[in-house]
């Protein structure tokens, strides 16, 4: 049964710092793997999909990529700002599964 | 663009009720998905649907029905309520046509059901 960690489950940074989330999955037979973020009392927003085939995303200020054979993506912020504190979560498809999430404090 | 719009947004029940939470995506999807979301627990998928008239259990389906009435919406009942099923519920909508098995569009998420049993 496929499992995804997510560490550290939170964090707070000063504004300004670049950061990197981690997401581990152990079945490494992945679709594909999105990242999302959730604010509070919100639903998700899709933030970066990677396709198995791909290595990294590039969207903005974030950069994420994925490692297959080790079973590990990275979700890389730069020059974080304060209206990134939110909630981040990975998940991989096939049979999508989830990580709880790390969450993020970006202090002013 | 309204995306993807849950209702109610807030509901209370007594054990024994029943209630059904309902979803619209705009997006002229072929896929939706609904989710519970535990402390905890991360998000668990209910039940999905591929495209219109199909349904297929996910991973926690007991206690939950479900119904694709057309392209746009896609319901959740709960027959017979439980405290168990204290949760938020949130809908999700994608482009893939191949439901929960894989699919490389994004998925488009509602603002949640926060839903309380008492």
């Known amino acids: 049964k496929q499992e995804v960690t997510q560490i550290p489950a939170a964090l707070s940074v000063p504004e300004g710092e670049n950061l990197v989330l981690n997401c581990s999955f152990t079945?490494?037979?992945?679709?594909?793997l999105q990242w999302f973020r959730q604010d509070p009392g919100k639903g998700l927003t899709s933030l970066l999909l990677?396709?198995?085939?791909?290595r990294e995303q590039t969207s903005g200020r974030l950069n994420a990529s994925l490692d297959k054979s080790s079973g590990r993506s990275t979700l890389y912020i730069a020059a974080s700002q304060p209206g990134d504190s939110a909630t981040y979560l990975c998940?991989?498809?096939?049979?999508?599964?989830f990580g709880a999430g790390t969450i993020l404090r970006v202090k002013s | 663009n309204a995306g993807v719009t849950q209702t109610p947004k807030f509901q209370v029940l007594k054990t024994g009720q029943s209630m059904t939470l309902q979803c619209a995506q705009d997006?002229?999807?072929?896929?939706m998905y609904w989710y519970r979301q535990d402390p905890g627990m991360g998000l668990r998928l209910i039940y999905y649907?591929?495209?219109?008239?199909?349904?297929d259990k996910g991973e926690v389906p007991n206690g939950y029905n479900v119904s694709r009435l057309n392209k746009r919406e896609f319901s959740l009942r709960l027959g017979s309520a439980a405290p168990s099923q204290t949760s938020v519920y949130f809908c999700?909508?994608?482009?893939?046509?191949?439901?929960?098995?894989?699919?490389?569009?994004?998925?488009?998420f509602g603002d949640g059901t926060r839903l309380s049993i008492l």
């Open positions: 990677i396709q198995s085939s791909q």
């Open positions: 998940a991989v498809w096939y049979k999508l599964v």
């Open positions: 997006m002229n999807h072929n896929s």
């Open positions: 079945d490494s037979a992945i679709y594909n």
């Open positions: 999700a909508s994608s482009g893939s046509s191949t439901g929960w098995l894989g699919g490389n569009q994004p998925q488009h």
């Open positions: 649907s591929a495209s219109e008239g199909t349904t």
